[in-house]
């Protein structure tokens, strides 16, 4: 048994996602005061009180809904992750830490967000592409992913069943590149 990891961190993302959550803070303050704005003109009677409940109701149902669905979000996102051959563990910006078995790894997701590990249970690890070992880090999650047989889908597509010059129509239009020899060692002109 190997107790060795690799690690990939990135400060700015636990920053940019902290700043997200604060919005939402920032938000909720806001709707307070106007909350207590509304209250005070119902309460002198110059707008209606089915008027300023039905705004104030709104509004927070609107709020609640917003923020669960991006604190979902923000709460997947990693700024840290650490790689073994065992497990995959990810922080995210409240410093919580999830980990993930690789047999509980359910497949990878390239989005135009980043990598997404999915595991079972919807707990979900997001890799955002502001990592600047980002083309590393994912080379390394494939080789683990690959080792387990985790699937991988790009942009909801399955990896195998790819066309590539759907996705890069300018690929068909090159000249063809160098072939190997026989033996596979030297290049051809």
Request: glycine fraction near 8%.
């Amino acid at each position: 048994m190997h107790n060795w990891y690799e690690v990939f961190d990135n400060e700015e993302v636990q920053w940019m996602t902290r700043r997200r959550a604060a919005t939402l803070v920032a938000l909720t303050s806001l709707l307070g005061a106007l909350t207590f704005f509304l209250l005070i003109l119902a309460r002198s009677g110059q707008v209606s009180t089915w008027l300023a409940g039905s705004l104030i109701t709104s509004a927070w149902l609107a709020l609640a809904f917003g923020a669960i669905t991006r604190l979902q979000r923000l709460r997947r996102l990693v700024w840290c992750l650490k790689l073994s051959e065992r497990h995959v563990v990810g922080y995210d910006y409240t410093r919580h830490k999830t980990v993930l078995a690789w047999e509980d790894v359910s497949h990878l997701a390239l989005t135009r967000n980043g990598l997404v590990i999915a595991g079972k249970g919807g707990h979900d690890l997001e890799i955002p592409h502001l990592f600047p070992d980002y083309a590393v880090l994912s080379h390394r999650v494939m080789h683990y992913a690959d080792r387990y047989g985790i699937p991988l889908y790009v942009n909801g597509t399955p990896w195998p069943e790819l066309d590539v010059y759907a996705l890069f129509p300018d690929l068909e239009s090159l000249p063809p590149g160098p072939s190997a020899g026989e033996n596979g060692d030297k290049l051809q002109d």
